[in-house]
């Protein structure tokens, strides 16, 4: 029989391996051979595609002659700087005496394509290959996987879309970046007054996302305040002086129901109306109380992280871009404390969810704080999650290739010496995962209507009368702790006290930050500030869990957009707004969200072996062609020239 090869993403992993495994092996150069077993590692990508000089010496010059760029079989090569640890693992791959082959690189799109291109590069040997799918490093988790490998090519589907996604952006920039340079690039110069022509650099994601910055940006600019006028009312009951505050509301009976002169029902267009209403209500002088509605209402814990959501958090609280956010749950992940972080699922797995008490009950040996401790003793002493397998948070459907990030339970040692970032993170996610056990939070809301004349008053009071997880989640205190004014009763009379004016401002369109960009690129380029809405309608992204870090810091790097490092608020460049300018008017498609995702879910069909690989290649090869052809035939250069002077025009 002959030994087995296991092929890690990176070498701390298969060392992990070599060691939870109990392997006694020799260290070599590149590998560690024990006496069944081989253990080697990948650094990172060691593969990639070859550049259009490759395939023809004259494509080293860019011309617009050889444009669109599609060459009938793709070439591959190896990075010069990988090129040692390259023909280690491809010898390795190819000795006699190694029979079976386990595929250990990270359990996604990317990790199996990185070894997908190793394996062509070495030749596809002929050997026995299983995949090892894990969600986390944990011990039992690498035994597992291990155990259950799965033939490798149960993931062909995984591998035909990761090398689709590869080509994709390949033609996009080859061809879109040379062709708009080609055309445009000596305008961009001139208009940023460089010695060179400019290089437009454009990617299937990248460019979206760049309009979506840009867009907002001037949606800010143009944005003009209009004040709105409100009507606050001060009342008291007879012979009580205890004042009763309520908002003028034009609810159905009032006589501005749904009135042009209506900045929304809560205010008027012009000072002048809501002026006159005053005057006739004074004249009324007192009212009644129409109606007082008193309700229950339960609010349970959010859904579980996944990394989308734990990057916007993470932006929110400590002001860290999501590429920061994204090294340290990796470090987290590597150190065996949580799960696989590259996950766009916020549930857990029926599987997991079974087990999650062996979680529980490790958590409790960890040094995460009395008061968490307390609450994890608590919820397995009252056996809270009994529950959680019929809940919201554990669904098969909303899971693809991994659930959400959770604490493991493990690294009891390491948590101490964790950086302070690092432990802060941790705790976000450990906190998120204890809330989901406990009771939902529960709020008593009462509503008051104070009728004068046909107007009406509102109060609207809420307050929290068990606050459930919030105890866990830590924000308890934010809740309201107000009283409500218990002594009023439908009929009631009321006196006007006081009646004024209050002016509000139309505010305009919040800039992104990088957290909240994110949450954007996850939703197709709607920011939506719900998270329980966000939810509900999300469908394909712009780019993946894996990937929408990276675009952010290449947009940055190539100073098409600014983020500032205090607030991660980002805002484009005037470099960024000629780019945009120079792709809006020549293929003004790149810049749309909704054609963008519809790429992404291409990808996913390819996966989900929904269509061929073929299919989304020729669509993918006609929508190039169809716009080189189409810009090419068409200068806009004119066009171009007036909305670069617009933006000098700003500075």
Same mark, same amino acid.
């Given at each position: ?52 000089? =490759? ?49 250990? %690189? ?101 460019? $979206? ?56 029902? =809560? ?126 948070? =554990? ?32 705790? =976000? ?34 307050? $929290? ?158 929508? %190039? ?27």
């Amino acid at each position: 029989m002959g030994k087995t090869l296991f092929i890690a993403e990176k070498p701390s992993v298969a060392m992990e391996f070599v060691k939870l495994l109990n392997v006694k092996g020799k260290r070599n150069n590149g590998y560690i051979e024990g006496e069944k077993s081989i253990f080697t590692w990948c650094v990172g990508h060691m593969v990639t595609m070859s550049y259009p000089e =490759v395939y023809d010496e004259k494509l080293k010059f860019w011309n617009l002659r050889d444009l669109p760029f599609l060459p009938n079989e793709y070439k591959y090569e190896v990075i010069p700087s990988a090129s040692g640890q390259f023909n280690i693992v491809s010898s390795l791959m190819n000795r006699d005496d190694v029979d079976t082959i386990y595929v250990c %690189t990270d359990s996604g799109r990317e990790g199996e394509y990185i070894y997908r291109l190793v394996d062509d590069m070495a030749g596809n040997p002929n050997k026995i290959k299983k995949r090892v799918w894990i969600d986390s490093q944990t011990e039992e988790e690498i035994k597992r996987g291990i155990k259950e490998a799965r033939p490798l090519e149960e993931y062909d589907s995984l591998a035909h879309s990761a090398y689709l996604r590869a080509k994709e952006d390949y033609i996009f920039g080859i061809n879109f970046s040379r062709l708009l340079t080609l055309l445009y690039g000596k305008t961009l110069a001139n208009a940023l007054k460089k010695d060179k022509n400019v290089v437009v650099a454009v990617g299937r994601v990248m460019t $979206c996302v760049l309009g979506m910055v840009v867009e907002r940006e001037r949606e800010i600019r143009e944005f003009k305040k209009k004040s709105f006028y409100k009507i606050i009312g001060n009342f008291s009951k007879e012979n009580d002086k205890a004042e009763i505050m309520a908002d003028w509301k034009a609810i159905d009976g009032s006589e501005y129901f749904e009135s042009p002169k209506l900045y929304n029902e =809560v205010g008027f267009n012009k000072k002048d109306d809501a002026e006159a209403l005053i005057t006739k209500l004074r004249d009324i002088g007192s009212g009644t109380i129409k109606e007082v509605k008193k309700t229950k209402e339960k609010k349970n814990p959010p859904l579980l992280y996944n990394l989308a959501e734990l990057q916007n958090e993470c932006t929110k609280r400590f002001k860290i871009s999501p590429d920061e956010t994204l090294k340290i749950v990796q470090n987290l992940y590597e150190k065996k404390m949580v799960t696989y972080p590259r996950t766009d699922a916020r549930v857990l797995s029926t599987a997991v969810a079974k087990g999650v008490n062996g979680n529980l009950i490790k958590l409790r040996n960890m040094p995460i704080g009395e008061d968490l401790a307390n609450i994890t003793n608590e919820i397995i002493e009252k056996d809270y999650s009994k529950g959680i397998l019929k809940s919201k948070y =554990v669904d098969d459907s909303k899971i693809t290739d991994h659930y959400a990030i959770i604490p493991t339970g493990e690294g009891k040692d390491t948590l101490l010496k964790l950086p302070s970032l690092d432990k802060q993170v941790y705790f =976000v996610i450990l906190r998120r995962f204890l809330s989901i056990f406990y009771p939902p939070a529960q709020y008593s809301k009462m509503t008051i209507t104070i009728l004068i004349g046909k107007e009406n008053f509102i109060i609207n009071k809420k307050i $929290c009368i068990d606050k459930g997880y919030l105890i866990v989640l830590g924000n308890d205190k934010e809740e309201s702790e107000d009283s409500f004014p218990d002594s009023l009763r439908k009929g009631t009379k009321v006196t006007i006290n006081e009646l004024e004016i209050k002016e509000g401002e139309t505010s305009p369109p919040k800039r992104y930050t990088t957290g909240s960009m994110i949450i954007a690129m996850e939703n197709a380029g709607k920011l939506i500030e719900d998270e329980e809405l966000r939810e509900h309608i999300k469908g394909a992204g712009i780019g993946t869990s894996a990937t929408r870090a990276e675009i952010l810091k290449k947009l940055i790097n190539i100073e098409y957009m600014q983020a500032n490092k205090k607030t991660q608020i980002i805002t484009p460049t005037n470099l960024g707004e000629m780019i945009y300018e120079a792709i809006n008017v020549s293929i003004p498609s790149l810049l749309n969200p909704a054609l963008t995702a519809s790429w992404e879910k291409g990808l996913k069909l390819v996966n989900d072996k929904e269509i061929k690989p073929e299919e989304f290649m020729t669509k993918l090869e006609a929508y %190039t062609k169809k716009n080189t052809f189409r810009v090419l035939k068409t200068s806009n250069i004119g066009l171009l020239n007036t909305k670069l002077l617009k933006i000098k025009n700003q500075e």
